[in-house]
């Protein structure tokens, strides 16, 4: 039997120690003998320990080194100044409704903008737009307003490509950084028999949507809309020739007496219920105030003049340049569509009367209210 010299190792209380111990004692395992059961107990001993050190030690490393996640701020985009309720820019003017005008046909198209502002948005963002008013049956692209008889279709840009479409749309696009002026286009339409006064232009309700961004939704209103006036009239025969009968003393025995009595008419055309008002003027003396046209150039008739009647009521010449209403304008009345306006031309006498021939020449105004 070999005699060795008894391994020893003084016992520590940190791990690094006890690793150099156990690694002492390993060596010592080469030599034959009984302190190799003292080893092996020796080396279990020290192995638990080793393990705690090293779980410890793995413990420690990942509380150093536990990954963390950052997290990028969202991007914003809006119409406007932001708030839920804008303004939209938009130039217009009064619209006068042609007399021809028919349903579904524009008469008046304005003019505006709103500024798109977008910041730190990195994915495509999708735009919902709606017109907050009933489609018209006649066109579902055209809404009806406050105003009968007339609507509006709205127009805008596309943020990405800068195409106007038609609204209502839903788009997708990938937004500029800063801020974009889009096109605002309301166009109004002849949907009916329509009325008058302030317009006012349908809101459109805007929807922005997209995985950078806070859902956001505003509403697009105009400051103010046109004002529609009454629709117009056409005259349909702006020219007419009336042709009295002959006529003699036995039938004007005094002055004042009226004869040859002939109707005539004047053709209009209104686009819709319109108040009409007519007044006369004296040609061949424009001064004329009265209610009987002098004798124009041609005429060799003496004592005898020409009357024009409304229902039996002559009517009194002036200047067309006063107001509706006044003391030579004749109210006829609401018109709507084609329609005649009814007259009477007749001589009458004025003083002693002088065969030959008369003529006589009077033109007149319209006014629509």
Same mark, same amino acid.
């Given at each position: 039997m070999s005699r060795h010299k008894r391994l020893s190792c003084a016992p520590r209380n940190d791990a690094q120690h006890e690793l150099i111990c156990y690694q002492f004692k390993m060596d010592s395992m080469i030599y034959p003998g009984k302190i190799g059961r003292r080893?092996?107990?020796?080396?279990?001993r020290v192995t638990i320990t080793a393990k705690r050190a090293v779980i410890l030690m793995l413990a420690i490393v990942g509380a150093c080194y536990l990954p963390t996640t950052a997290y990028a701020a969202k991007g914003t985009i809006y119409f406007g100044n932001g708030a839920s309720v804008?303004?939209?820019?938009?130039?217009?003017?009064?619209?006068k409704i042609p007399a021809n005008a028919v349903p579904g046909q524009v008469v008046a198209r304005f003019g505006g903008n709103v500024i798109l502002t977008s910041s730190n948005v990195t994915c495509p963002i999708t735009l919902s737009e709606t017109v907050d008013s009933?489609?018209?049956?006649?066109?579902?692209?055209?809404?009806?307003?406050?105003?009968?008889?007339?609507?509006?279709?709205i127009e805008m840009s596309d943020p990405g490509s800068q195409i106007v479409s038609v609204l209502p749309q839903?788009?997708?696009?990938?937004?500029?950084?800063?801020?974009?002026?889009?096109?605002?286009?309301p166009d109004i339409y002849v949907t009916g028999p329509n009325g008058s006064g302030p317009l006012?232009?349908?809101?459109?309700?805007?929807?922005? &949507?997209?995985?950078?961004?806070? $859902?956001?939704?505003?509403?697009?209103?105009? *400051?103010? =809309?046109p004002s529609i006036?009454?629709?117009?009239?056409?005259?349909?025969n702006s020219s007419v020739s009336v042709v009295l009968p002959r006529a003699s003393q036995a039938v004007?025995?005094?002055?004042?007496?009226?004869?040859?009595?002939?109707?005539?008419?004047?053709?209009?055309?209104?686009?819709?219920?319109t108040g009409v008002y007519i007044s006369l003027a004296d040609a061949s003396t424009p001064s004329n105030t009265s209610n009987i046209l002098t004798p124009g150039p041609g005429s060799t008739a003496n004592g005898v003049g020409?009357?024009?009647? &409304?229902?039996?009521?002559?009517? $009194?010449?002036?200047?067309?340049?006063?107001? *509706?209403? =006044?003391?030579?304008?004749?109210?006829?009345?609401?018109?709507?569509g084609a329609v005649t306006i009814p007259l009477t031309a007749a001589y009458i006498r004025t003083g002693n009367l002088g065969g030959g021939v008369l003529r006589a020449l009077a033109t007149f105004t319209m006014s629509y209210r």
């Open positions: 080893v092996n107990l020796a080396f279990a804008i303004e939209a820019s938009v130039a217009s003017s009064a619209v009933t489609p018209w049956s006649g066109n579902p692209s055209i809404f009806l307003t406050n105003v009968p008889g007339i609507g509006a279709q839903k788009t997708a696009f990938t937004p500029k950084e800063g801020q974009t002026n889009i096109n605002f286009f006012a232009i349908p809101a459109v309700n805007v929807t922005f &949507s997209g995985t950078c961004i806070d $859902t956001t939704t505003q509403r697009i209103v105009a *400051p103010s =809309g006036q009454p629709g117009t009239c056409n005259v349909t004007m025995p005094n002055i004042g007496s009226i004869a040859g009595a002939t109707d005539f008419s004047l053709g209009l055309n209104c686009s819709s219920p020409i009357q024009i009647s &409304s229902n039996s009521v002559p009517l $009194t010449f002036g200047d067309p340049a006063g107001q *509706p209403g =006044g003391p030579n304008w004749l109210s006829l009345g609401t018109k709507s």
